[in-house]
């Protein structure tokens, strides 16, 4: 790559000499400033910097109002945006701002009305929307980083769906680097950003090319020795065993030369499906042509199968469940380390002894037994994963002929992260440092990092202070991670997405490699064909654009504020007693006639300070809930019985405030009043409750009777009054 001249972008709003001018960047913005825009980009190539480009052209049309809002899924990436915005963006550094879930509702109303660049993750910004705290109606762009989670019920699809709805002149920019597989999930990204406009550029661009280095891609194929090949034998022949339950009954396809995990979950799939909505297809409430959509096995089906032989349900979930434990630990044993194939053997006695079917039928088998006999008479080292011996070997080319003591090492579990941390420190004690980057969840035994760790060990890796990093997915999407010169993919991946971005962490500055290691004979090699497939596809997809379906003939005009908006009011006047003032409200309310409080109300909905609080987009409970007479006097006999209740109870019970977040997760998003486990975990995390602080008060909220967990769901026993 040849030598260029230094030059940079600066322009107003930009802070000068910070941007490096690049071409293809420029070519990028022409494209995007006027219409919803998906921008495919290989990481590396500044998909930050584009954004703030693009944040600069919107702050120069609408220079005294307007606000930008960046969307990014994680925190430390909401972080990273927020750190870029302030060191780049020149407007007062007050007013760059992010949202948080630990920051109370008022004080966000506060941050959002006073400042003109916004970051969040998107699952505060659509509980501010849904509560109507604020609106989108002044925000003249929105970035939407990491825009390949556009799809279900994420939070991105409800809040583009807001925008573009309540925005005159809206803008939507979606930033990735991989957005999808195929032409199906390309387009339904398309669809829920309402995309008009398509920018791919890939290392091959004539404008991009220039700015980048070779990155060439090693497989180094792993001979799996003599001890684990026999115990994967074993392992293969209990399985074969245990198929045999499925092919006499007819449930799976016999002559099929390779049987996944996802075989047995698609079995017990639509097993579920049709045990729960087959009544209602019969009686005509569901579509028959959306039920059938739905299953993975048509002709026939497998309930049809199962009401026909009249065979257990029960038996074929267990026998689903021991094949599915039999594949992965196949895949451990291969691809892994013996040391995670022993876990899992220990997992499978512990659950054994608890009754679990699916695995007392694995353990109690000879296979078992015989496994166990190897590996207790066998030397651990000599059943040690070759791969691991492989990655020594590649750090000391790497050290040795290109004088490289930066690398990231990725893998797909956090037991081989530890075993690789503490290998290459055992190796290379007195030339390099190894540590792990893992995520913030936690699990028994295994305590992740917080987000103040992560930062720390990332500031350690770009000081130098720390060499090589063994890290999970938490290092692929998005994070300001060190350019290294060589990558080191312990396992192949079969998404796209992750493929894309972990190759993407080398070559920016220099030439880089990424080696993947393979073993032989293994799901690795079909894992390694499907990611380069995927890519390939998508590639193909993104290069004929023009077969995709684009949003058409958005009608477009200038945002106009005005005068009742401009007019101004004090934080204080907003947050002023809230608290004391939400009681004492309730006291004053439950001693007036329903007849008076409607005449007040009635009053006070024609006043200018109802306009104005209005125009703030302070939210008041008749707009949400239509108020009506019958309904206020429900109401209030509800509050006056509960004044009554107060005054008779000296002691209350205290309810902080992660609990009652988690009681009102459940009471928002239940369906017929129960609620998955883990979406509810999900859903309180992106209100900063996780882990351990999850726990404590999800079981706190079981024993003062608000909730109930009934095997993987949550009921809501009562809701907080």
Sequence with gaps: MEKRKQKYFNECFLEQNKIEYRHYQENILKRCNNQNSLIVLP???????IG????????????NFGKIIILAPTRPLVMQHFEACRRLIDIDKEKISFLSGQIPPLKRIIIFQNSRVIISTPQVIKNDLMRSRYNLEEVPLIIFDEAHRTKGNYAYCFIADEYINNCKDPLIIGLTASPGKDFLNIQELCDNLFIENIVFKNYDDDDVREYIHDIDIILEKIELPIKILELGKIIEDLFNKFLKFFIERNLINPQKKYYSKLDFLRIAED???SLKYQELVNSGYFDNEEYLNRLNFKDPK???????????????YSYCSSCISLLHSKDILETQDISMF???????????ELDNLSSKRIVTSKHFKLIKSIIENNDIQELTHPKIEKIISLIKTEFEKYSNKKILIFTQYREIAEKLKNEINKQFSTVLVAEKFIGQSSKINDIGYSQREQIQVLKSFREGKINILTATCIAEEGLDIPNVDAIIFYEPVASEIRYIQRRGRTGRYSDGRCYILIAENTIDIPFFKVAQRKEKTMNSVLINSDQLDLVENIIRENISISNDIQKD???????????????????ILAHKSIDKIIQEIDEFSKSDKYKILRNHNITFLSDITNINKNKLENKMLKMKKQNFNNKKREKRVYLNKNLKTIIKLVGTYNIDGKIEL???????????IVDKKFYIHFNQACNLGYLRKNNNHVELIKSLD
């Design 43 to 49: 990481t590396g190539l500044g998909k930050t910097i």
């Design 52 to 63: 703030i480009l693009l944040i600069i052209n919107r702050l120069k049309k609408y220079n």
């Design 271 to 273: 097993l579920s499906f």
């Design 302 to 316: 497998i309930i049809d199968i199962v009401h026909k032989k009249n065979l257990n349900i029960h038996l074929i």
């Design 342 to 352: 022993k876990n899992f053997l220990e997992k499978s006695e512990y659950k054994a």
């Design 569 to 587: 009011l004090s934080k204080s006047e907003l947050i002023k007693d809230f608290k004391e003032r939400k009681e004492r409200e309730k006291e």
């Design 678 to 688: 883990e979406k509810l975990k999900k859903l309180a995390e992106f209100e900063e």
